[in-house]
């Protein structure tokens, strides 16, 4: 059983910065893909971000590229996501989640790619 546990998140003003970090126990961390997933009010949950268990490969939504970086520290069982230029619109709750499939090297974007999740953490940006 995976436990995920975010940290990181808060009021930020727009063009602002924020670290998110998710912890994760009870398996294997370098056996695990890990993403960032995050539901805004009356929205549907999305995909964010994604880092294969050996950090080789990550993935992005088009809309956080250049702003966000998703990294791995497989020795302190811990993932992080800057993320950088924060916009209004990234307001949402973010969730870390976790994949113990292997899908080849590279990472899912999709929710179903994801069998443990993290609680989420509030990410608030105001213009």
């Known amino acids: 059983q995976v436990q995920l546990v975010e940290s990181g998140g808060g009021p930020v003003q727009a063009g602002g910065s924020l670290t998110l970090s998710c912890r994760a126990s009870?398996?294997?961390?370098?056996?695990?893909?890990m993403g960032w997933f995050r539901q805004a009010p009356g929205k549907e949950r999305e995909f964010v971000a994604a880092?294969?268990?050996?950090?080789?490969?990550?993935s992005y939504l088009d809309s956080v590229k250049g702003r966000f970086t998703i990294s791995r520290d497989n020795a302190k069982n811990m993932d992080t996501l800057q993320m950088n230029s924060l916009k209004p619109e990234d307001t949402a709750v973010y969730y870390c989640?976790?994949?113990?499939?292997?899908?080849?090297?590279?990472?899912?974007?999709?929710?179903?790619?994801?069998?443990?999740w993290g609680q989420g953490t509030q990410v608030t940006v105001s213009s």
């Open positions: 989640a976790a994949a113990t499939s292997y899908y080849g090297g590279r990472v899912s974007s999709s929710l179903q790619g994801y069998n443990y």
């Open positions: 009870g398996y294997s961390f370098s056996s695990l893909d």
């Open positions: 880092i294969s268990r050996s950090g080789g490969s990550t």
